[in-house]
Nanobody
């Protein structure tokens, strides 16, 4: 099974951009559906975006048109390009994997440790 390590979080002003990366260990990355979730303080862990093994993508309504998910199976890496960031995007962002592409936190079998994204107004 893969292990996931996120990077790329940080602090930006509203309207700015960040690119998150999720590096996966192991040689079976291409077999997994991948996703990003986020969790703000005192709130549940929410779905952000997912990409399946064939490259088909899905987005939460709150980020559609601003965020772009992609994967590079040759480099075992998942990405989340976040543009036009808003203060309500502030959260810890988690990379997630499952053989069945996860769209709910309860569907995830493998989690990364998370990376903090803070957007100031």
């Amino acid at each position: 099974q893969v292990q996931l390590v996120e990077s790329g979080g940080g602090s930006v002003q509203a309207g700015g951009s960040l690119r998150l990366s999720c590096a996966a260990s192991g040689r079976t990355f291409a077999f997994y559906g991948m996703a990003w979730f986020r969790q703000a303080p005192g709130k549940e862990r929410d779905f952000v975006s997912a990409i399946n093994q064939r490259g088909t993508t899905r987005y939460a309504d709150s980020v559609r048109g601003r965020f772009t998910i992609s994967r590079d199976d040759a480099k075992n890496t998942l990405f989340l390009q976040m543009d036009n960031l808003k203060p309500e995007d502030t959260a810890v962002y988690f990379c997630a994997a499952d053989f069945n592409t996860p769209y709910r936190a309860s569907d995830v079998s493998i989690w990364g440790q998370g990376t903090q994204v803070t957007v100031s107004s």
